[in-house]
């Protein structure tokens, strides 16, 4: 009823996180009139950054057949809802739409294929990175890569969230391993397979960086001023 729409917009305005998670898939269930709350709440909150739950409403217009959330998105969000900012000149939307879709394994690749490109035509060719390379990162182009992670992860995913639980663990990569599920004891993680693709996969989980050539290319994510120096 209208009652039971209204009562679940002002839940969703006025709410904590916990209740605001709640109510996006309650409202997405309701068919139109729950769409157009999802829609009034993302165009309210478009002056402040995106946070995960910005993401999740976003989430479900995205992936809705609905025309109007098709047309709303195109209209105000044709670009999604992380500015998709580069210093290296590198289109980042591809990897939103994989993130929007929630197509996890995809953008994983899609991630790697993109922090190539930013290293420039060797590194693409090559289809790995040096960690010379990372060091030289432009800062804004992390910052778009790991927020992007995190608004459509439901805060879990990012190298920023990465790096939060590796210094938690006091820099300790045999603890940091098994901490994000790369490692079960001994036995790496094997590739693609038993890695998680999905939100119930361990906070941290994703992105992948693969260690068959040691730890230096995330040890040098982890030591980027993107982490320190906010702009
Ligand atoms: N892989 O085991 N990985 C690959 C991971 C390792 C290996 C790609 C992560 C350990 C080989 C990604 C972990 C290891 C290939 C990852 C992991 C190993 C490969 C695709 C847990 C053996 C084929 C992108 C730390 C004991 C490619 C890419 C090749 C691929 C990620 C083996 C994203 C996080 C030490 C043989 N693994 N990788 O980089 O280069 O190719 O031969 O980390």
């Known amino acids: 009823t209208a009652n039971d729409i209204d009562s679940l ?3 969703l305005i006025a ?4 209740v605001q998670q709640q109510i996006i898939p309650q409202l997405a ?17 478009r002056e402040s950054p995106a946070t995960w739950i910005d993401g999740k409403a976003y989430q479900v217009l995205y992936n ?6 098709r047309e709303f998105l195109q209209t105000n969000f044709p670009e ?4 998709l900012k580069s210093e290296a000149g590198i289109n980042y939307k591809p990897l ?13 690749r899609m991630t790697i294929e993109k922090m190539c490109e930013v290293a420039g035509p060797t590194a693409v060719k090559r289809k790995w990175l040096y960690f010379t390379e990372v060091d030289n990162f432009p800062v804004t182009d ?14 879990k995913f990012g190298f920023a969230v990465q790096r939060e639980i590796w210094l938690s663990l006091g820099k300790n990569w045999d603890n ?15 590739y693609p397979n038993s890695f998680i693709w999905d939100l119930s996969a361990p906070k941290g989980h994703l992105p992948l960086s693969n260690q068959l050539r040691g730890v230096r290319v995330i040890a040098s994510l982890f030591a980027h001023p993107a982490w320190t120096n906010k702009v």
């Open 96 to 108: 939103q739409q994989l993130l929007a879709a929630q197509d996890f394994q995809a953008a994983d």
């Open 9 to 11: 917009r002002q839940r």
């Open 64 to 69: 809705s057949d609905a025309p109007n959330a």
């Open 142 to 155: 992390l910052h778009t890569i790991n927020n992007l992670w995190l608004v459509h992860s439901e805060g």
């Open 15 to 18: 709410g904590s996180l916990q």
């Open 176 to 190: 940091f391993w098994p901490k994000i599920a790369w490692k079960d004891g001994n036995n790496w993680t094997r």
């Open 29 to 45: 269930d309701l068919g139109n009139q729950g769409l157009e709350v999802l829609m009034e709440f993302l165009l309210k909150r």
């Open 80 to 83: 999604g809802i992380v500015p």
